[in-house]
């Protein structure tokens, strides 16, 4: 992304984000193992109402430019009122995706309705390729077939799908077979998280920084095949792709001294994967900086994987909450305390805040999962 577009894309997400997440409930019949939400079988008490809703979507419609607001989890479908409450959003102007659980509730009809209503944007969960993989993190046997008839579903439906793959240790050398899974079903985007410790996942291990690393570059390659990659809580992608672009290498394994991760998933890739020209810019969006997270009881937070509270929207609107707190003032400003904030890349980057806090207690510290934070710091000691 060039530096005077970056600034420009800077400059907006100072008025208003470009994504609000709504966490419209804690209750979801699935049982992840990695669940950010702790997710619980039924609704936990106080939960936004329906009118309450209503009052934050309007204030959302409010905001110049208009955000898109996001109905997640939680299972968004065991909201009852969840049509009426994406009817209104759309009624107001805004677009509106909806991040729902595969369960008996993902059904054509359900879908239909909402499709009807104006939806176009869908993200689903899978996170292995098999499954043995994608249904032990989930706890549901027969989830992955599951997942895959919805998929092939809401393609044939005509809906825009995102897949989220939550990449940890045991499925990351599952990349490449994931990637050419979506390809087959016809699903253009894919959202790759990097774990982060909070909720169920505090459990799940996070892959190493220099496996990051790998991964990053690989998602590169298949961002350069034409699919459209984004990550979550990896923020550092944008600079391995600043890197690999500026660079323009043959063979980034050895220019940029990759591990065996990368050249097996990007080995396995080229080999399955149709050789399109293209390559995804992505949106220099990171926690709280054009991103803004709403739980299901109206406290609102810099991501949905970064527990500091900024207020609730029973209070105040969630307008001013984003544009006045301090914290996310300082977050926009890329006014860092750590490695991060010497880096040449934190305008464009910026790291995981939410990882930083959860390492460390510090929303202004290092992202641990990125290997430059420890080359800075081999090459600052080096020169003392
Ligand atoms: S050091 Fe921090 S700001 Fe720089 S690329 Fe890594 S995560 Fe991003």
Request: proline share 3%; glycine share 10%.
């Amino acid at each position: 992304m060039k530096e005077r577009t970056l600034e420009r894309t800077l400059a907006r997400y100072d008025v208003a984000p470009h994504l609000v997440f709504w966490e419209t409930t804690k209750a979801c019949s699935l049982a992840c193992r990695h669940c950010r939400a702790s997710a619980q079988e039924t609704a936990l008490p106080g939960e936004l109402t329906t009118q309450e809703g209503r009052t934050m979507i309007d204030d959302i419609a409010s905001m110049t430019p208009r955000p898109i607001i996001v109905f997640t989890g939680g299972d968004c479908f065991e909201r009852g009122d969840l049509f009426e409450l994406v009817e209104h959003a759309i009624g107001v102007g805004l677009r509106v995706g909806v991040a729902p659980s595969v369960t008996e509730r993902l059904t054509r009809e359900t879908m239909s309705r909402l499709y009807e209503a104006g939806v176009r944007s869908v993200s689903i969960s899978l996170d292995g390729s098999t499954p043995a993989s994608h249904d032990t993190l989930r706890g549901i046997p027969g989830h992955f077939e599951k997942t895959l008839e919805a998929l092939a579903m809401l393609v044939e439906m005509g809906f825009r799908i995102q897949v989220n793959t939550t990449v940890m240790r045991r499925n990351a050398h599952e990349l490449a077979d994931v990637a050419h899974l979506l390809e087959n079903l016809g699903v253009g985007i894919w959202e790759v998280f990097f774990l982060v410790g909070v909720g169920r996942g505090a459990d799940v291990d996070e892959v190493s920084a220099e496996d990051a690393e790998d991964i990053g570059h690989f998602l590169v390659d298949v961002a350069n095949r034409g699919m459209t990659v984004r990550t979550v809580e990896a923020p550092f992608f944008r600079r391995v792709q600043a890197e690999r672009l500026a660079a323009a290498v043959d063979d980034p394994a050895v220019h940029f001294g990759l591990g065996s991760l990368y050249r097996d998933l990007s080995g396995s890739l080229g080999e399955r994967f149709p050789d399109r020209a293209g390559h995804s810019a992505t949106l220099a969006t990171g926690d709280g900086r054009g991103i803004v997270f709403v739980g299901y009881d109206g406290e609102v937070h810099a991501s949905g994987f970064l527990p500091v509270s900024l207020g609730n929207v029973r209070e105040v609107g969630l307008g001013e909450i984003y544009t006045t707190s301090d914290l996310l003032t300082t977050l926009r400003a890329g006014a860092l305390t750590g490695w991060c904030g010497q880096c040449d890349y934190v305008r464009l980057c910026g790291g995981s805040r939410a990882r930083a806090y959860a390492r460390t207690g510090d929303v202004l510290a290092d992202d641990p999962a990125c290997v430059r934070t420890r080359r800075t710091r081999r090459i600052q000691l080096a020169a003392r």
